[in-house]
């Protein structure tokens, strides 16, 4: 199995730009997370859907940010507009149900 | 307000020697920690965990003791090798159900450095 695949890597945008990441979960779970980490706050869940439907999203700071799971194998969060303070990097994570989750490389993300 | 405390950023260990990663909580709800290793520009992988029926929970070279009077957990790696050196994450779930995933509370982490 390729594992949770995440895209871009890397993103360098200016404030007030859009902001798309995206996520490929392990096939066959059926949870994914959204995190966030930060020096200051380390790893902060935003989000996460139990069979492509939100569960909790408590945790996303503003309505800058928004998170859709349109199917099973592929998610996305956004953020419009962006800012300085967004800079981060961005997991997203599977899991099966079981307290286990399994991690993507992330995305790097730097709003100048 | 931090649930999950590492207070220890940076931690340096001679190869061989023992390391003992802390972690303090402060959810009385929380029944079920695990701790994650991350490298550098990694996600984090999962290493070991353990319920709040146990106080012990060993895997090799890695021991996790858990004190819930004192809501204190703290890994261990014995012997301690150069690729051990890594980011060390706490994290907590509060009453897990069976087949239901449970939202996990991550410490700001430990740097590990095992030195030669």
């Known amino acids: 199995d390729a594992g949770v695949i995440q895209s871009p890597r890397h993103e360098v945008t200016e404030m007030g730009q859009e902001v798309t990441l995206r996520c490929k979960p392990i096939?066959?779970?059926?949870?994914l997370f959204w995190y966030r980490q930060t020096m200051m706050r380390g790893l902060e869940l935003l989000i996460y859907?139990?069979?492509?439907?939100?569960?909790?999203d408590s945790g996303m700071p503003e309505d800058r940010f928004s998170a859709k799971m349109p199917n099973a194998s592929f998610s996305t969060l956004k953020i419009q507009p962006s800012e300085p303070r967004d800079s981060a990097v961005y997991f997203c994570?599977?899991?099966?149900?079981?307290?286990?989750?399994?991690f993507g490389p992330g995305t790097r993300l730097t709003v100048l | 307000d931090q649930q999950v405390k590492q207070n220890s950023p940076s931690l340096s260990v001679q190869e061989g020697r023992i390391s003992i990663l802390n972690c303090d909580y402060t959810?009385?709800?929380?029944?079920?920690f695990l701790w994650y290793k991350k490298y550098p520009a990694e996600g984090p992988t999962f290493l070991i965990s353990?319920?709040?029926?146990?106080d012990k929970n060993e895997d090799g070279r890695f021991t996790v003791f858990l004190n819930k009077s004192a809501k204190h957990l703290s890994l261990h790696i014995v012997p301690s090798q150069p690729g051990d050196s890594a980011v060390y994450f706490c994290?907590?779930?509060?009453?897990?159900?069976?087949?239901?995933?449970?939202?996990?509370?991550f410490g700001t982490g430990t740097r590990l450095q095992v030195t030669l």
């Open positions: 994570a599977s899991s099966t149900g079981r307290n286990e989750q399994f």
């Open positions: 096939s066959g779970h059926d949870y």
């Open positions: 859907f139990n069979n492509n439907v939100p569960i909790d």
């Open positions: 959810n009385s709800m929380f029944d079920y």
């Open positions: 353990i319920s709040s029926i146990k």
């Open positions: 994290a907590a779930s509060a009453k897990a159900n069976t087949g239901t995933a449970s939202k996990l509370t």
